[in-house]
């Protein structure tokens, strides 16, 4: 059972992206932790032909192989029905009808789909009942981009909207899973979105990867010798010009 447990691990760390794509003027940077030998956790980066990339973060509910087998199952719909280049609204109720075939009645999937125009920072993005993605002005001021759909999975045909934001030269946006948020010191208390928040904006001029570097190191020395109670995802992604 280890064996088959760290095999599964590994297939899973194959689905996840090795490394970031390198965009002119787009930092983009990630890390996946999983709680367990394997996770629920999903995120990606897409690029399309026009020059456009993807930044994606999904959450399966739940933890370990049950999880792991439906992220398993997340990804390849993902990717392939971005290869159809449809408007995101599309696209999520698309994946929405998908999944809700697949998921068992006491399983979701919230999920945060982004597109991003390097070039102009124009952020087209549809929200699927995910964590708020926090985005961090160059001048300090923190905005969110809240779940206008409902968690994939459950009940589709709902229909999801595609809304509009924009990255300016200094901008971030930074997608996470509730694990981030939740992770827990032994007096069960939460790191907390306004921590987070605070975090990226004095850190907002560092490159994507230390801003992931030092986020993940202030989740561990927070949480101490507590043990981790959820899937930890974090994505990166700043306008540099």
């Given at each position: 059972m280890e064996r088959e447990n760290e095999q599964?691990?590994?297939?899973?760390?194959?689905?996840?992206?090795?490394?970031?794509?390198?965009?002119?003027?787009?930092?983009?940077?990630?890390?996946?932790?999983p709680c367990l030998t394997v996770g629920g956790d999903y995120y990606d980066y897409i690029k399309y032909r026009d020059g456009r990339v993807a930044v994606v973060l999904g959450d399966v509910a739940g933890k370990g192989m049950s999880a792991a087998l439906l992220m398993s199952n997340l990804q390849p719909r993902v990717q392939m029905l971005a290869e159809e280049e449809l408007d995101l609204g599309t696209l999520m109720s698309r994946l929405d009808r998908s999944l809700a075939d697949h998921c068992p009645s006491n399983r979701f999937i919230t999920?945060?789909?982004?597109?991003?125009?390097?070039?102009?920072?124009?952020?087209?993005?549809?929200?699927?009942?995910?964590?708020?993605?926090?985005?961090?002005?160059?001048?300090?001021?923190?905005?969110?981009?809240?779940?206008?759909?409902?968690?994939?999975?459950?009940?589709?045909?709902?229909?999801?909207?595609?809304q509009e934001a924009r990255l300016e030269p200094g901008d971030l946006l930074a997608l996470f899973s509730d694990g981030v948020t939740?992770?827990?010191?032994?007096?069960?208390?939460?790191?907390?979105?306004d921590r987070l928040a605070d975090l990226l904006k004095e850190r907002r001029e560092d490159p994507a990867a230390s801003i992931v570097k030092g986020v993940i190191q202030a989740l561990d020395e927070f949480s101490g010798p507590a043990p981790a109670a959820d899937d930890v995802t974090l994505v990166i992604a700043r306008r540099t010009h």
């Open positions: 599964a691990a590994e297939i899973q760390n194959r689905i996840l992206p090795v490394a970031a794509p390198e965009i002119p003027g787009l930092e983009l940077a990630g890390h996946n932790e999920l945060f789909f982004g597109l991003i125009e390097p070039t102009t920072g124009k952020l087209t993005y549809c929200n699927a009942g995910h964590n708020p993605p926090l985005l961090v002005r160059a001048s300090g001021k923190v905005d969110t981009l809240p779940a206008i759909g409902t968690v994939l999975g459950i009940l589709p045909d709902l229909g999801y909207e595609q939740e992770t827990a010191n032994t007096k069960d208390e939460e790191f907390g979105e």
